[in-house]
């Protein structure tokens, strides 16, 4: 079936470092795909989207570019702040309209 | 208030006791999902129903029961809790139709249960 895999973390960067957690993909076809964060004590909330290939989501200073060629949607943000502390999940779109979520990369800013 | 919530946001119970999260949308979305959410596992998703009275089963959905009477409520039940079922459960909603972002979920603020 589809799967997502992403870096473990934690992801340790101290502020204005810059910023890469991996996410591949394994999927049938040309799935819409994901990032999603979640904050200390609360849900997940979508930060970027890619619904084809070689499009590019942004949102708040990250970045996704969605590669076909390698499976991959890797988030990149060029200066990270403290407040970017949270945990980041990968996800997919399956044919079947479900959403199938990385495990997810804790990511700590240190001041 | 607009939006999706969950209720109660905290929970201990023991094991054997029949519990129910509740899920609410204001926002008339066809679609709603259950998700657990656990450290190693990521988020799994336990049931989700594509509309009032239509419901399925997601990747680990024995233990539970859900239902869906109204677009709006989709509540959660264990029927006999288990400490393996002590988790943070997430409710999601999201739309359906090509006008909007497919794919795109609203995520209540999550329950966080625990069975003694």
Redesign the interface.
Known sequence: GDSVTQMEGPVTLSEEAFLTINCTYTATGYP?L?WYVQYP??????LL?ATKADDKGSNKGFEATYRKETTSFHLEKGSVQVSDSAVY?CAL?DRD???I????TRLHILP | DAGITQSPRYKITETGRQVTLMCHQTWSHSYMFWYRQDLGHGLRLIYYSAAADITDKGEVPDGYVVSRSKTENFPLTLESATRSQTSVYFCASSAAGLALPLGEQFFGPGTRLTVL
Request: glycine letters at 22%; aromatic letters at 16%.
């Open positions: 819409s994901f004590g609360e849900g997940l909330q979508l989207k999940f779109r309209d479900k959403i979520f990385g495990k997810g």
